[in-house]
């Protein structure tokens, strides 16, 4: 349950931020007549890149069933720095109010990444390298 309620997180996670953060880069007057106007293009720009591709790289592990306890830190504290940014700058009259939206948006990726990190232990059970993924050099050789 926690394996599939995680990889349906990455995913969902994944490809709304994959779209939102294209979107400032896509198609900038849309983006400024929904959530205001900007003082720096730059910045929104570049912020809007890297939303993007945390959300590919979310989509990607969630579609390939790799969703490593690196991948759920992802998701989970660029959500919650997101949303918790996004109040902030909103309570100082920073940014529009239509920013609390996010918030919403972001509150179930939070609670599945929550859900999903319950009874499973954060650490990473050791594994051998499957050899066939490896180049030669990084084979794993057992102790002999």
Do not use: N
Not at 30 to 54: R, Y
Not at 97 to 105: G, S
């Amino acid at each position: 349950m926690g394996e599939r309620l995680a990889r349906a997180a990455a995913v969902g996670q994944g490809a709304f931020w994959l779209a939102s953060g294209l979107w400032p880069l896509v198609h900038y007057r849309s983006f400024e007549a929904v959530t205001g106007p900007k003082q720096d293009d730059w910045l929104v720009k570049t912020i809007g890149g890297l939303i993007a591709i945390v959300g590919a790289t979310l989509t990607v592990a969630g579609l390939r069933r790799r969703v490593t306890p690196e991948i759920r830190l992802l998701g989970a504290a660029s959500a919650a720095a997101l949303a918790a940014a996004d109040v902030w700058f909103v309570r100082r009259g920073r940014i529009s109010k239509v920013y609390l939206l996010d918030v919403v948006a972001e509150a179930p990726f939070l609670a599945a990444w929550a859900v999903a990190g319950r009874g499973r232990g954060q650490r990473a059970e050791p594994t051998i390298p499957d050899e066939r993924r490896l180049a030669p050099e990084e084979a794993y050789v057992p102790a002999t």
